[in-house]
């Protein structure tokens, strides 16, 4: 497995898996620990995706050291607030069944997220949380955050595949040394991606899938994916992508398939922000 190194001296995996949208627990426990036999050593979760209990029960079940499994989790909008964002990462922490979280992301760019980064950077302090990033934060308010927090954001995720390739995010992010880690990074499955031709075509030429080729090209470029799946074969598909490397003609042919923009969630779009900042995951 790469690795990529973080503004605070630890390292990341280049590859992780993601739970969100495997709210049953059972079956998200299952897929974690068969995750992690596979191989992979980085789990993010949040908050909102309600499967926290079942990673850590995985993650115990496995019998991995703890050091060896990068924990990542989040802090839901409703959740921001010094006070309220203390609460919340150690509710996280209960439910995880851990002593530490090896890092927590504020989940969106709303609400009082600087009195919820001042609560990360005192919780980093008292060494239960080791590194803090953010969520979905575009290029404005993440130079923002960095210019004036005391620990600036190590990690930014954010939708990033080969149909939304954030090109001018990723620079930014090079400037301000923070990694940044793809969410979707299969696009969800969409613009025909499992079948598409372009990625078929270089994924023939290497003896590797559409999704394989997909996840290399973000791996190559230094971002981090967490591609979510519940059938261990895929499991094993998705992390068979760093024994080969991408040409200047492949991924020539795959920046072209940038459409600039995102079809699965806008977080410029007034209904969207006002829909996340009113969204609810506990009373």
């Known amino acids: 497995m790469e690795t990529i190194l973080l503004n605070n001296g630890k390292t990341l995996p280049l590859e992780g898996f993601g739970v969100f949208q495997i709210a049953d627990q059972t079956l998200c426990q299952q897929a974690v620990l068969e995750a992690l036999q596979e191989g992979y050593r980085l ?7 309600f499967n926290e209990e079942a990673v850590g029960r995985a993650l115990r079940t496995s019998g ?7 924990v990542t989790t989040k802090v839901w909008v409703q959740d ?5 964002t203390r609460e919340a990462v150690l509710r996280s922490l209960e439910k995880l069944g851990l002593e530490y979280i090896d890092m927590v992301l504020l989940h969106q760019q709303m609400g ?3 009195g919820a980064w001042r609560a990360l950077e005192a919780l980093v302090q008292e060494g239960i949380i080791g590194t803090i990033g953010v969520s979905n934060f575009y290029p404005d308010r993440l130079a923002d955050l960095c210019c004036n927090a005391a620990i600036p954001p190590a990690v930014n995720q954010i939708e990033c595949h080969p149909f939304y ?10 400037n301000l040394g923070v990694v940044p880690m793809a969410w979707g990074p299969l696009a969800e499955g969409g613009h025909g991606i499992w079948t598409h031709p372009t990625l078929e075509a270089i994924g023939k030429k290497h003896g590797k899938t559409n999704a394989q080729v997909a996840l290399r090209f973000n791996t190559q470029r230094g971002v981090v994916v967490i591609p979510k799946t519940t059938h261990r074969t895929r499991m094993a598909e998705n992390l068979a992508i760093f024994d080969f490397t ?5 991924l020539s042919a795959i920046e072209a398939l940038d459409t600039g923009h995102t079809e699965i969630i806008d977080h410029l779009n007034i209904d969207t922000v006002t829909f996340l900042n009113h969204y609810r995951i506990h009373d």
């Open 112 to 114: 009082d997220y600087y």
């Open 43 to 49: 789990i993010d979760t949040a908050a909102s995706y």
């Open 165 to 174: 390739q954030r090109r001018y995010d990723l620079q930014v992010m090079k």
């Open 64 to 70: 991995l050291p703890r050091d060896e499994v990068f």
């Open 246 to 250: 991408l040409d200047q003609e492949d």
């Open 80 to 84: 921001f607030g010094e006070v309220k």
